[in-house]
């Protein structure tokens, strides 16, 4: 069963540069692997709550893939002084849509599949 990670960041700001390389990094190993599907980092925008700067959005073919890919190659950004990562396997509960809804179809297709 696919398996949707969710993995929030504290990084100091003068650590951005080399956290970022760091992630890429890590992803390039993960992408060579066989159980990852597609990883998406976003940056905080200062609006709201700024504790986490960065999350990543990740589905893989099963938890058990990702446990597995991280064993056999540990992420190099925790490593790095001050940064702190939260990691953890989502499953959906609920899903809502804006009026728009034409621009959220892609998101409804992959919140299915990862059911």
Do not use: C
């Not at 200062?46 to 960065?54: L, Q």
């Amino acid at each position: 069963m696919e398996a949707t990670l969710l993995n929030v960041f504290v990084v100091p700001a003068d650590k951005e540069a080399e956290f970022l390389e760091n992630w890429r990094r890590t992803s390039a190993v993960f992408q060579e692997g066989d159980g990852l599907i597609e990883a998406h980092l976003h940056r905080n925008t200062g609006v709201g709550d700024e504790t986490f700067a960065f999350i990543n959005i990740a589905r893989w073919t099963s938890a058990e893939a990702w446990r597995r890919a991280h064993a056999e190659y540990p992420p190099t950004e925790y490593d790095i002084e001050g940064v702190v990562g939260h990691p953890a396997i989502f499953a959906p509960v609920a899903d809502i849509y804006g009026p728009s809804r034409v621009s959220a179809a892609p998101l409804e297709e992959w919140l299915t599949a990862a059911r």
